[in-house]
């Protein structure tokens, strides 16, 4: 059974940072595609930010480049989302996920593993 459980979110004034991470256990997380997506209220879920599993490759969404950074540790079973320069439409509830079966995909259906979700709030 693999499990992930973000944690690191929090309240923020616009301009700020703020990182979240996940933890993984169980299943082969070296050999997954790692992504974050968000979802703010009423609207669905979106692509971030996804790395390969071995860290070659990297994308993140054009509304979040510049200003997110992820990475993650195969060593330690974790991921981690660096966020810069916050903006009051960055708020969210953050999930990480984990693919199995996909060597990258920015669409939600190719992860099979999700988070709780962490909440990350941005004031103006």
């Known amino acids: 059974q693999v499990q992930l459980v973000e944690s690191g979110g929090g309240l923020v004034q616009a301009g700020g940072s703020l990182r979240v991470s996940c933890g993984v256990s169980?299943?082969?997380?070296?050999?997954?595609?790692m992504g974050w997506f968000r979802q703010a209220p009423g609207k669905e879920r979106e692509f971030v930010a996804a790395?390969?599993?071995?860290?070659?490759?990297?994308e993140y969404a054009d509304s979040v480049k510049g200003r997110f950074i992820i990475s993650r540790d195969n060593a330690k079973n974790t991921g981690s989302l660096q966020m810069n320069a916050l903006k009051p439409e960055d708020t969210a509830v953050y999930y990480c996920?984990?693919?199995?079966?996909?060597?990258?995909?920015?669409?939600?259906?190719?992860?099979?593993?999700w988070g709780q979700g962490t909440q990350v709030t941005v004031s103006s």
């Open positions: 790395i390969s599993w071995s860290g070659g490759t990297l």
């Open positions: 996920a984990a693919s199995s079966v996909s060597y990258f995909s920015r669409s939600r259906n190719a992860y099979d593993y």
């Open positions: 169980g299943g082969f997380f070296s050999t997954y595609l």
